[in-house]
């Protein structure tokens, strides 16, 4: 009998695409003999996600999963091929038996989530195992967590049933501020806010200085392209800078339900309402597909 070593394994899964268990428990029934345990997994159902992993996954849905404690959650999306199975029971399922199972973890990044015990391998393999039993090929395509540096929320909405959602984590000095009904009302009317008007940012300060960069020469080329003097473009620019933050940083973007004052505004509001000051420490949006 041949020596099972990892490097076997490893090829088997190659192979096949099936767990790394799966692929271990064939080769030891199979002596060790590479076809007969491409065989086997076959036999078993098992092998037919290698067909499946070509095919694209960008049905789907996202989830989240806030804890107890509210001090901390997780938002993911898990991908399958048809909006038919995204709705089926068996899908249904795996989404939350993999929200429960990542949230029961310490996983903070997809690379990490990927790669946490689940059944007898881990969330990836199990996923993979599923496509067999499920008839299409699925993915963990987006995972993030995020947690609460001292008093404060993280709070969750999900959109259109799982075609958007949003994970937010609200900070404030003191205890009793987050358990005040005007900051749930506000917690809930933020996630609602961030599910429609999809800002990239918390505050200028955060946001990509790449993206600003890129889009401020786009900005300029427009200028150009009008018949804009040169000498002009550095007091219009500015104004275009502007433009830009109100529609991509949340802070600075008109509340959805009340345009005419801005997010910042209206978490100073609040803030003033109960005394105390809220703010916004981070936010994670997912949209299927993008």
């Known amino acids: ?15 096949t695409d099936a767990g790394m268990m799966d692929c271990k428990k064939a080769l030891n029934a199979c002596g060790g003999d590479m076809d007969a345990a491409v065989k086997y997994l076959r036999e078993k159902g098992i092998a ?6 070509d095919r694209d996954a960008n049905e789907g849905v996202v989830n989240t999963c806030v804890a107890s404690c509210g001090c901390s ?3 993911l999306e898990l991908n399958c091929e ?16 993999v929200t429960s199972t990542l949230m029961g973890s310490s996983a903070s990044t997809l690379e990490e989530a990927l790669q946490v015990p689940m059944g007898e391998g881990t969330t990836d393999e199990y996923i993979k ?81 790449a993206f600003v960069a890129e889009e401020q020469e786009i900005a300029k080329q427009q200028l150009i392209q009008e018949g804009k003097p040169e000498h002009l473009l550095e007091k219009i620019l500015p104004g275009k800078l502007k433009a830009l933050y109100a529609q991509s940083c949340l802070l600075n973007q008109g509340f959805v339900k009340e ?22 420490a981070s936010f994670v949006r997912y949209q299927l597909g993008a």
């Open 82 to 97: 048809t909006d038919f199975c995204a709705k089926g029971d068996k899908f249904q399922g795996l989404v939350s038996d």
């Open 129 to 209: 195992a599923m496509c067999s039993s499920i008839g299409e090929n699925m993915g963990l395509r987006k995972f993030a967590r995020l947690s609460v540096e001292g008093e404060g929320a993280v709070v969750s909405y999900i959109h259109m049933g799982g075609k958007v959602g949003v994970l937010l984590s609200l900070s404030v000095t003191k205890a009793e501020t987050a358990q005040a009904d005007a900051f749930k009302a506000l917690a809930k009317d933020l996630t609602l806010h961030i599910a429609a008007a999809a800002p990239k940012s918390v505050s200028s300060d955060s946001l990509d200085p």
């Open 73 to 75: 959650g997780i938002i």
């Open 1 to 15: 009998m041949a020596e099972i070593t990892a490097a076997l394994v490893k090829a088997l899964r190659d192979k």
């Open 48 to 53: 037919k996600a290698a067909a499946k992993a």
């Open 259 to 280: 345009p005419s004052m801005t997010v910042e505004a209206l978490l100073k509001q609040v803030s003033k309402e109960l005394g105390d000051e809220i703010t916004v």
